[in-house]
């Protein structure tokens, strides 16, 4: 059963009041830091932008893949009080909004004060993503056929998808250009200053098809970090406090890890992102419709994720994705304005929190691409793994 975030009383409505991160760069970029400094960086950003200090965090979460353990980031921040922590299960971005999701939970139900969410990557000190490696569950089913990296995975879903809706390589080169564009308006982005136009986008190497260079996130190093409170306190600290209007994780039946598995899904939900049952559950739970969302943050390790997500999301009908996205919806001005400072593809690549970022920023009025009259702001985590999760954030109150 899905509890309606709009029935709880106020003082206790979970809110996003803080946001921070480092600088973003190319994999290597950072590598005169450590990991867990970068960490640390964020999350004393995203405090200073709450109004509190780092030391009264008492609530810490994260997703898969994360290495810094909640002990050892609370005795670094000088925080006197550990009484909550927790990781959401899988890799890749699935975990992201699940992760603000039980930072939610934590802070409403009074097991912490202030919760912070955080992600740290450094690819250049550890592994590439995008590259091949043994992997203890699934390596030995896939890669025998030749599925050795999620592009090459996630690129066998989107084709049918291409096949059963009719969008075409030029819907990916569309949706590859706006999101570079949105990153040329963005400091932090690491692909500021260097715009893509359509030459170049198909004039760059096929990686799986349909999936060419452009059609791949970035890999980068870089950190950020959120802080989330209830109402109650955020009213005390004079700062826009979000309100987190949906927030919850799913996955669909028999879709295990999906095509970053053994590609079992049944083959209705084969051409998806897995997340029509999320989007269940943040539409309940808010009391609103897609027709109500403003701005969207559709996670784009692949292009390709983008009209999946449109679809499962019901942002708009399969049979309409392609002349959807050809109308110019999904750009500055457009009915959707999608991943306003990039997005994984052009900003960086933190596994999906940096959209969490952009989301606020949009709720609070304060993004550098800001969406006018933006009321509802939607986050999607995960494309390819297996279960999902999701966001739907309200204006300040």
């Known amino acids: 059963m899905t509890f309606p975030m709009t029935d709880w009383p106020r003082k206790l409505q979970p809110c996003i009041v803080g946001?921070?991160?480092?600088?973003?760069?190319?994999?290597?970029?950072?590598?005169?830091?450590?990991?867990?400094?970068?960490?640390?960086?964020?999350i004393n950003a995203a405090a200073t932008n709450a109004g509190i200090s780092a030391s009264e965090i008492e609530g810490?979460?994260?997703f898969g893949f994360e290495r810094h353990e909640p002990a050892v980031v609370q005795a670094a921040l000088a925080a006197p009080l550990l009484r909550y922590a927790s990781i959401v299960w899988?890799?890749?971005?699935?975990?992201?909004?699940?992760?603000?999701?039980?930072?939610?939970?934590?802070?409403?139900?009074?097991?912490?004060r202030y919760a912070v969410v955080y992600r740290s990557i450094c690819q250049g000190q550890y592994e590439r993503y995008?590259?091949?490696?043994?992997?203890?569950?699934?390596?030995?089913?896939?890669?025998?056929y030749g599925l050795m990296s999620p592009g090459m995975m996630v690129a066998l879903t989107y084709r049918r998808f291409m096949m059963e809706c009719g969008t075409s390589s030029e819907h990916l080169a569309d949706i590859a250009m706006t999101?570079?564009?949105?990153?040329?308006?963005?400091?932090?982005?690491?692909?500021?200053?260097?715009?893509?136009?359509?030459?170049?986008?198909?004039?760059?190497?096929?990686?799986?098809?349909?999936?060419?260079?452009?059609?791949?996130?970035?890999?980068?190093d870089g950190a950020c970090a959120v802080i989330v409170t209830t109402a109650d306190l955020a009213d005390r600290l004079q700062?826009?406090?979000?309100?987190?209007?949906?927030?919850?994780?799913?996955?669909?039946?028999?879709?295990?890890?999906?095509?970053?598995?053994?590609?079992?899904?049944p083959i209705e939900d084969?051409?998806?992102?897995?997340?029509?049952?999320?989007?269940?559950?943040?539409?309940?739970?808010?009391?609103?419709?897609?027709?109500?969302?403003?701005?969207?943050?559709?996670?784009?390790?692949?292009?390709?994720?983008?009209?999946?997500?449109?679809?499962?999301?019901?942002?708009?009908?399969?049979?309409?994705?392609?002349?959807?996205?050809?109308?110019?919806a999904?750009?500055?001005?457009?009915?959707?304005?999608?991943?306003?400072?990039?997005?994984?593809?052009?900003?960086a690549y933190l596994h999906g929190l940096n959209l969490v970022i952009e989301a606020t920023r949009q709720a609070r009025g304060d993004a550098i691409l800001q969406v006018p009259g933006v009321r509802h702001s939607l986050v999607t985590s995960g494309g390819g793994t297996g279960h999902k999760s999701a966001l739907i954030l309200g204006q300040p109150n």
């Open 270 to 328: 084969y051409a998806t992102t897995n997340s029509k049952e999320v989007a269940k559950a943040i539409y309940a739970q808010s009391g609103l419709a897609p027709g109500d969302i403003d701005v969207a943050q559709i996670y784009d390790a692949f292009t390709g994720l983008i009209p999946m997500g449109l679809t499962d999301y019901g942002l708009c009908e399969r049979s309409e994705v392609a002349s959807f996205i050809e109308s110019g």
């Open 90 to 112: 899988g890799g890749g971005g699935g975990g992201c909004s699940g992760a603000v999701m039980l930072a939610a939970m934590a802070v409403a139900t009074g097991q912490c």
């Open 179 to 220: 999101l570079r564009a949105n990153a040329q308006a963005n400091p932090r982005a690491v692909m500021r200053g260097r715009p893509l136009n359509r030459e170049e986008y198909f004039a760059s190497r096929m990686v799986a098809d349909p999936f060419r260079l452009y059609d791949c996130c970035l890999e980068t």
């Open 330 to 347: 999904l750009k500055q001005g457009g009915r959707l304005p999608i991943n306003t400072a990039g997005g994984l593809h052009s900003e």
């Open 239 to 265: 700062v826009p406090a979000v309100p987190i209007l949906g927030a919850a994780q799913a996955s669909g039946p028999r879709w295990t890890l999906g095509p970053m598995g053994s590609h079992n899904m």
């Open 130 to 144: 995008g590259q091949y490696r043994a992997r203890p569950l699934w390596g030995g089913f896939v890669a025998p």
């Open 19 to 42: 946001v921070g991160e480092t600088a973003y760069a190319k994999r290597g970029g950072l590598d005169d830091r450590t990991e867990l400094s970068l960490c640390l960086e964020a």
């Open 60 to 62: 810490f979460a994260s």
